[in-house]
Structure formats: C-alpha cells, structure tokens
C-alpha cells in the first residue's frame, strides 16, 4: 500500500502570498494532521481533522486554515505568507482520531520557502 | 502542558557499538503513548518504537529498544549493533489527551564507520 503523499514537494512564494498544501492519507484512514517543522526544531501541532471535521488545533494563527474531503484527502492554507513561515510542512495520518489517533504515519513533507 | 525535552542536541557513536538517547516529559496524565521516531535527511519521519505507559514492560523492536521509567517520566531510547544507517535526527514524542503529538527538540546521531 501507498504511504501519506504530500504535494508539492518543495514551493517558494512571495511574503503576503497564499499558499495550499495537499496531503492524501494511508488508505482506509481517516485521521489527518499536520505539523509545522523549523530548520533545526521538532514539529509543531497545526491542525487534526477527522471524518472531515476539525478534531485539534494548535497555536497558530487564523491565517492558517484546514480542511479534509470525503475522501479523507486534506488541504492545509496559509494566508499572507511571513518569512517565518518557512518551514517543512509534515502530514500525518491515522486510522482513528481524536485521543485514538496516537500512532500517525508521516508523509515526506512539503518545503516551503518565503522569500 | 505537556512537554518534551530531549537534553542531548547531538550524539555519536562507532557503527556496531550501542548508544542510548535520552528523553523526559512532563504530564499530569496518567495514560498516554510515547515514541521515538527517526528522521533522515531524506526528512521522511519515520515511527521507530512506540510504548503505553499502562504497560510496565519496555518496548523492543529489534536492535531499538526503550527504557521507560514512568515515576522518573524519562524515556530512553538504546540502539543496539549500530549501523551507518541510523544516522539521522531522533524525536522522542509524547501523545495524551490533548490528541496531539508534541515533540521534543531532537538529537543528531552520527554513526561513524
């Protein structure tokens, strides 16, 4: 089976532009999250979605949104891009969500760069 | 909060030789999961061990295994025989209540041949 695949693999963008990631879970999951990774820092909680619903949400702001479709596939955007947005966007699936999606399975990531 | 901290920023070790990298966490929970993932320079994160603190036992996966101390919260992580391949940043992640995985700061293992 095919593991999470994430796309773009890299991106640079222009300060104040948008951006839309996409991640496509492990087949037969139903748990999406995302994590935001700095050069050299562990990743950070971004978003949780399960069953097309928003189960978590970390400390980030509103510019950053989610969203998962029916057919588990998500998209993670981010508004008015700062340079400190510069980072490796990991996504991470699981077969259950919420309390029960504690063993997730990364994706490759997507680098994106703000310039 | 739930934190984890990992006091080692770098690490190295003879290939075949063991090395052991250390993790604590603070919580107030009582049931949760820890884990140690890897991540190459390939960035692939990729799940090494995983371990229920409702569980006394200590995980093993091969060469990898872990050294759990619930009452201390420290969580080791012991590589035995290792290998060129290991190279790569280690995370020791905690997941709880909070639904989320929080991550510590990582330590780099250099293998050395």
């Known amino acids: 089976d095919a593991g999470v695949t994430q796309s773009p693999t890299h991106l640079i963008k222009t300060r104040g532009q948008q951006v839309t990631l996409r991640c496509s879970p492990i087949?037969?999951?139903?748990?999406v999250s995302w994590y935001q990774q700095v050069l050299g820092q562990g990743p950070q909680f971004i978003f949780q979605?399960?069953?097309?619903?928003?189960?978590g949400r970390g400390n980030f702001p509103d510019r950053f949104s989610a969203r998962q479709f029916p057919n588990y596939s998500s998209e993670l955007n981010v508004n008015a891009l700062l340079l400190g947005d510069s980072a490796l966007y990991l996504c991470a699936s699981s077969s259950a969500g919420g309390l029960g999606a504690y063993e997730q399975y990364f994706g490759p990531g997507t680098r994106l760069t703000v310039t | 909060a739930q934190t984890v901290t990992q006091s080692q920023p770098e690490m190295s070790v003879q290939e075949a030789e063991t090395v052991t990298l250390s993790c604590t966490y603070d919580t107030s929970e009582n049931n949760y999961y820890l884990f140690w993932y890897k991540q190459p320079p390939s960035r692939q994160m990729i799940l090494v061990i995983r371990?229920?603190?409702?569980?006394?036992q200590n995980a093993t996966e091969n060469r990898f295994s872990v050294n759990f101390q619930k009452a201390a919260k420290s969580f080791s992580l012991k590589i035995s025989d290792s290998q060129l391949g290991d190279t790569a940043m280690y995370f020791c992640?905690?997941?709880?209540?909070?639904?989320?995985?929080?991550f510590g700061q990582g330590t780099t293992l250099q293998v050395k041949p």
């Open positions: 979605y399960y069953e097309k619903e928003e189960r």
């Open positions: 087949s037969g999951h139903k748990s």
């Open positions: 371990q229920e603190a409702y569980k006394q």
């Open positions: 992640a905690f997941y709880g209540n909070t639904g989320k995985l929080i």
